[in-house]
């Protein structure tokens, strides 16, 4: 009897076998196993800013919630008083009115900066010479230390300052007291406030005109439409959206100002140019009404919130996505 020897396989063959064992094994494991491999390094990435939001906002809002259900003195023994606080709040008067100078500020803030904003944004057209220097003057206060913009609105505003003093020697004639009559003092902080905060929605609003389709204003141009009628119906239309984000923005800054009116008149005079944020430093750095302060702060997020989704809801009827 004889017996067979083994033969070797060619090296080809085996290469083959090999590959096709590979490639098996990576079908049945499917695609995802991979991008599995891959995925693992975003949370990774991610985990040291997810630590600080934890830590720094989200953990802080919780505390302040808490407190707010409590009489927390910063100095002294903490009491629970439920919705106490919040009792106290909307029987205090004076946190009325704080409310009303706040909504008079957005009333009077929001609409003036829209308009500014957009108008110079209409104005710095491609065919205005030297547009860029413009776009950057404008937007030179957004930048600048508000504390700094309030100093100098401040020497401004006070009398013998320099609104003061052009108008007696112009004019003979002395400038109403700004920041200490009850019935100038809102509205200087609303002026001074434009001026602050119009250089950030004027570049958003000119980058979205500078986007809007030339062939679609020629068109209109063509069939006679003057250049009213096609910045109302066709270029305002299309920068809807930017329009929306500015006045979302602009809305939820408002309802939280707290420089101007804490550096031009401390609340005052009285209580005519308090607002909520400022009230919420007074009780609880002035006061030392931690409890208190955050309740407040917390009707102030309310209110924010119910302003911001009522936003959302209207959008539908004037902010168009569709070109």
Do not use: C
Not at 40 to 66: D, E, R
Not at 129 to 134: L, P, T
Not at 193 to 199: D, H, I, Y
Request: charge should be positive; aromatic fraction near 12%.
């Amino acid at each position: 009897m004889t017996l067979l020897k083994p033969t070797k396989a060619p090296l080809a063959e085996v290469e083959a076998t090999i590959s096709s064992g590979r490639a098996k094994r990576k079908a049945k494991a499917g695609p995802d196993a991979q991008l599995g491999r891959r995925t693992m390094w975003g949370p990774a990435f991610a985990l040291p800013h997810g630590l600080g939001l934890a830590i720094f906002t989200l953990l802080p809002i919780v505390v302040s919630l808490a407190i707010s259900l409590f009489r927390w003195p910063l100095l002294g023994t903490p009491s629970f008083l439920g919705l106490g606080n919040y009792e106290r709040l909307f029987s205090d008067p004076i946190f009325g009115q704080v409310v009303a100078n706040t909504v008079l500020f957005v009333v009077l803030y929001v609409p003036l900066n829209l308009v500014v904003s957009l108008g110079l944004a209409a104005w710095l057209t491609p065919r205005i010479k030297g547009r860029h220097i413009f776009r950057v003057i404008f937007f030179i206060p957004s930048i600048t230390p508000v504390v700094a913009n309030v100093v100098v609105w401040r020497m401004l505003y006070q009398p013998g300052g320099f609104i003061d003093g052009t108008l007696q020697s112009t004019m003979g004639v002395s400038a109403p007291n700004f920041l200490g009559d009850e019935h100038w003092a809102m509205m200087a902080i609303v002026v001074m406030s434009v001026w602050q905060g119009f250089g950030y929605n004027m570049l958003v609003f000119s980058a979205a005109l500078d986007a809007v389709p030339e062939n679609l204003t020629e068109a209109a141009a063509i069939d006679g439409a003057n250049a009213w009628t096609i910045f109302w119906r066709i270029k305002l239309k299309l920068i809807s959206p930017s329009i929306f984000f500015g006045t979302m923005m602009t809305l939820i800054t408002s309802f939280q100002v707290f420089a101007q009116p804490f550096i031009l008149t401390k609340g005052g005079p009285g209580s005519a140019t308090s607002t909520i944020v400022l009230y919420i430093y007074n009780q609880g750095f002035q006061f030392h009404q931690l409890g208190l302060a955050s309740a407040a702060a917390w009707i102030l997020f309310v209110i924010i919130l119910g302003v911001t989704a009522v936003q959302f809801l209207g959008q539908k009827k004037w902010v168009h996505y569709d070109a």
